[in-house]
């Protein structure tokens, strides 16, 4: 946590500039420029947009559902498109008594020309790191390898797409625990996934997507007023229609919300056969501990 007039500096992962930052005593202290185009998962889990001040802890988005949730995305005028950028993100409890959850899982996908995609998941502890390509109704997955094999074996490459684990002690941002594997999926387009099997992720895009995203990291258009679009899941909606129907929040698509567990929700991708997510699903609530959720 982030208290008092504590400052964690962030590198910038693009431009590499820095700024003043004038704090409410009046002081001022010069930092790292927040990394543009940055949404990271913290803890249990602390949800910083795109367009969040990352110095400020209660700029966060305090969440505590479990299933899938689209993260980020393009082609967000229309509903239900393919897009061509793709990022969606598995939450569970810890413990079954555990009152938070945390990220399970993390899955990229980039388009790659041709109705083809290709795509990279990251699962808890990085037991398994996987790669995919989707097209033509078909898909083949491989496995890479662990997080610890792939660390020795080295990096990953398909075409520009490359993914790679590193100590958390060498990664340039000092945001991970210096113990800790960090996997990295370096992909065509820009972008950037960060995972280190925990509770830590991030996603960096690059400043041409300005704009040009949607899902539970915003919109990135610089304003951090703006950010809490309902998504495809809504009352009324046809999206993933029969399934969690018990979270689906007022309509519809892309308008602003001050809910939100209903901006969360409204971003549902998937997970509702199975565990916590059902219960939710088909309820609306989370049955062992009590329904809550704020932006702390």
């Not at 008092?4 to 431009?15: E, K, S, Y």
């Not at 413990?95 to 699962?123: C, H, L, N, Q, Y």
């Not at 083949?140 to 075409?159: E, N, P, T, V």
Request: aromatic share 10%; charged share 25%; net charge positive.
């Amino acid at each position: 946590m982030l208290r008092g007039w504590m400052l964690i500096a962030i590198v910038a992962l693009v431009t590499g500039q820095t700024d003043l930052l004038v704090d409410t005593r009046g002081t001022e202290s010069e930092r790292p420029i927040i990394a543009e185009g940055e949404c990271a998962f913290k803890g249990d889990p602390h949800i910083y947009q795109f367009d969040a001040n990352k110095t400020m802890h209660n700029a966060s988005i305090f969440f505590k559902r479990t299933c899938s949730y689209i993260l980020a995305q393009t082609n967000c005028t229309i509903p239900y498109c393919k897009p061509d950028f793709f990022v969606t993100g598995s939450f569970k409890f810890d413990k079954p008594s555990s009152p938070a959850s945390s990220m399970d899982e993390i899955d990229a996908m980039i388009d790659i020309g041709e109705g083809r995609s290709w795509g990279v998941r990251f699962t808890r502890k990085l037991r398994k790191i996987q790669v995919f390509k989707l097209g033509y109704g078909n898909q083949a997955i491989q496995d890479i390898g662990s997080g610890k094999k792939l660390l020795k074996s080295g990096r990953y490459k398909h075409k520009k797409n490359t993914v790679e684990v590193k100590r958390g002690a060498d990664m340039v941002d000092g945001d991970w625990k210096p113990t800790s594997l960090v996997a990295i999926a370096s992909l065509a387009n820009g972008a950037q996934i960060m995972y280190d099997g925990y509770k830590m992720a991030k996603i960096i895009v690059p400043p041409r997507m300005n704009g040009t995203l949607c899902g539970v990291c915003g919109n990135f258009d610089g304003d951090a007023n703006n950010d809490l679009e309902i998504g495809y899941l809504y009352a009324g909606s046809l999206w993933r229609k029969g399934q969690c129907d018990g979270l689906r929040p007022k309509g519809p698509f892309q308008t602003q919300t001050r809910d939100t567990e209903s901006f969360v929700t409204s971003w549902y991708w998937g997970g509702s056969t199975t565990g916590t997510c059902r219960d939710e699903c088909e309820t609306g609530r989370m049955n062992h501990i009590p329904p809550y959720i704020f932006v702390s």
